[in-house]
């Protein structure tokens, strides 16, 4: 059957896939919707994560060039799957990131078990699924809690694969949030929706991204900023808890102390494990805070005490900001950008339905 005149299709190399692409749909979302776990982070245009090489077709971008890719790198034929749009059959080629792309993206009904609150604006959620389902993920990745027509929130998962009977958000009270305000027992957030409480059935998808702990013996540093604990928590837990012997140092960002909502349990494994440093920074401090923290942005506090990055390979989540900073200055100190892994924080606008990709 010849397909209407502007849906078209997406080769996806070197996974070898061709997708049909719903008129005006992101390559990233059909992708996405047919299992194809490509890498991505903010879904908004902004992070770059989603940047492919077109090798064929013509596309647009309906909101102009993204923040994402610089001129030259479009020039150069890359193109950011988030975005752009098909007004040709296109062939496109994508990063492999082995490891990820090797589980299964599941839609699937969950409960919540447990809310606790870990800090003024920050609770910790945990979810329980089917007792027939398991989700398996990477340490590192997030998932989409599924809301009302078709809008839909990224968060990471704070637990482990080895500890994955519920599965652990720390989710950041956003104001006026269609999702966050209603685990603090606001009525509605925008868009309506009632307050969840324990018992709340959601819908979740997942796991999502290619940010995900990898293999190695170089030393490693990690750098969370605010609830960018949370996926660093899932690797630091799968690191320390099944024995993988590796030099760490983890770094936590953070207004004040209040907003350090677990830094007890790091403290805790910094003591236990001779393997994990842990240093916390206050960008806030008051002086009663600055007499035990450190104070300043939490970018700057690594490169003071690792000007050379060569050797090292660096784990990233948080706010936009930040990690724009590291992408920056990290590499003049010697950091190669392939062994700089990020999750931005960004929050995307909220989308139609996800249609089926064939
Ligand atoms: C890969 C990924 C992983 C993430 N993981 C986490 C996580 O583990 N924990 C967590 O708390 N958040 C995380 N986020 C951010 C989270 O998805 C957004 O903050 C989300 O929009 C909050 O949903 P909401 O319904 O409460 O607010 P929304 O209804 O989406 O937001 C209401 C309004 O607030 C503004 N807004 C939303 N989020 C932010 C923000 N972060 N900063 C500033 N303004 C904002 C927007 O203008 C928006 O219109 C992650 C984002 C990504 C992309
Ligand atoms: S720019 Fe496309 S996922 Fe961030």
């Not at 245009?45 to 060039?65: I, V």
């Not at 589980?103 to 945990?126: G, N």
């Not at 930040?322 to 950091?335: D, K, N, Y």
Request: glycine share 8%; with cysteine; proline share 8%.
């Amino acid at each position: 059957m010849t397909p209407p005149p502007d849906e078209h299709s997406v080769r996806i190399e070197p996974h070898g896939r061709t997708l049909r692409l719903m008129p005006g749909q992101p390559i990233l979302e059909a992708a996405l919707s047919a299992g194809l776990n490509l890498p991505h982070s903010c879904k908004s245009g902004h992070c770059g994560s989603c940047r492919a090489r077109l090798l064929a077709g013509a596309f647009h971008y309906p909101n102009g060039p993204p923040l994402g890719i610089t001129a030259e790198e479009a020039q150069r034929g890359q193109i950011l799957l988030c975005q752009a749009r098909a007004d040709s059959d296109l062939t496109v080629q994508a990063r492999l990131i082995a490891s990820v792309a090797d589980v299964e993206i599941k839609t699937l009904p969950c409960r919540i078990a447990r809310l606790r609150p870990l800090a003024p604006d920050v609770m910790q959620l945990w979810l329980r699924l089917p007792a027939v389902e398991r989700l398996r993920f990477h340490p590192g990745q997030y998932l989409d809690v599924l809301l009302e027509n078709g809008r839909r929130r990224s968060f990471s998962i704070a637990s482990p694969p080895h500890d994955s009977e519920l599965i652990e958000l720390h989710v950041r009270r956003v104001n006026g949030g269609g999702f966050s305000e209603r685990l603090f027992g606001a009525a509605a957030g925008v868009g309506g929706g009632a307050p969840l409480e324990a018992g709340s059935l959601l819908r979740i998808e997942g796991p999502i991204g290619q940010f995900s702990y990898r293999q190695g013996s170089d030393p490693v540093l990690m750098v969370a900023g605010g609830t960018g604990f949370a996926p660093l928590k899932s690797m630091l837990r799968h690191v320390l808890e099944t024995g993988i012997r590796r030099d760490l140092h983890f770094y936590w960002g953070a207004r004040h102390t209040q907003d350090l909502y677990e830094e007890a349990l790091a403290l805790e494994w910094a003591r236990r494990h001779p393997q994990l440093k842990f240093t916390a920074v206050l960008s806030e401090a008051s002086a009663a805070e600055a007499a035990h923290h450190r104070a300043g942005w939490v970018h700057e506090a690594v490169l003071a005490d690792y000007p050379q990055l060569a050797r090292f390979e660096v784990y990233a989540a948080g706010p936009p900001a930040m990690i724009e900073a590291m992408r920056t200055h990290f590499p003049r100190h010697g950091l190669s950008a392939e062994r700089l892994y990020f999750d931005s924080f960004d929050y995307a606008p909220d989308a139609r339905p996800t249609p089926t990709a064939s």
